[in-house]
């Protein structure tokens, strides 16, 4: 089973920046992919931004976060981060992190509680 613990969400003006940190327990593995969704009231739930060292560090980002969030992982602490910068009225959404556990060629998919983020315009 795997626990997933968000926190630094808070409420920042336009222009400002805030760390998200996501802490993972259970049966983490360094080579499954660990990542950020949001949900904005009265929308879906949208991709962020993922990371994955499986094979090297790559990430991906949504484009409208591009150049501005930055997605990171400290594998000895299982944690996963995402910095956002220049935050905008529109990053403003509840964020989720998210871990997938790959095994036997199947995945699951694993949520923490998120975090609320709310950016004043």
């Known amino acids: 089973q795997v626990q997933l613990v968000e926190s630094g969400g808070g409420l920042v003006q336009a222009g400002g920046s805030l760390r998200l940190s996501c802490e993972a327990s259970g049966s983490i593995f360094s080579f499954n992919p660990m990542g950020w969704y949001r949900q904005a009231p009265g929308k879906q739930r949208e991709l962020v931004a993922t990371i994955t060292t499986a094979t090297g560090r790559r990430t991906n980002y949504a484009d409208s976060v591009k150049g501005r969030f930055t997605i990171s992982r400290d594998n000895a602490k299982n944690t996963v981060y995402l910095q956002m910068n220049s935050l905008k009225a529109e990053d403003t959404a509840v964020y989720y992190c998210?871990?997938?556990?790959?095994?036997?060629?199947?995945?699951?998919?694993?949520w923490g509680q998120g975090t609320q983020v709310t950016v004043s315009s």
């Open positions: 998210n871990y997938v556990e790959i095994r036997g060629g199947t995945f699951r998919d694993y």
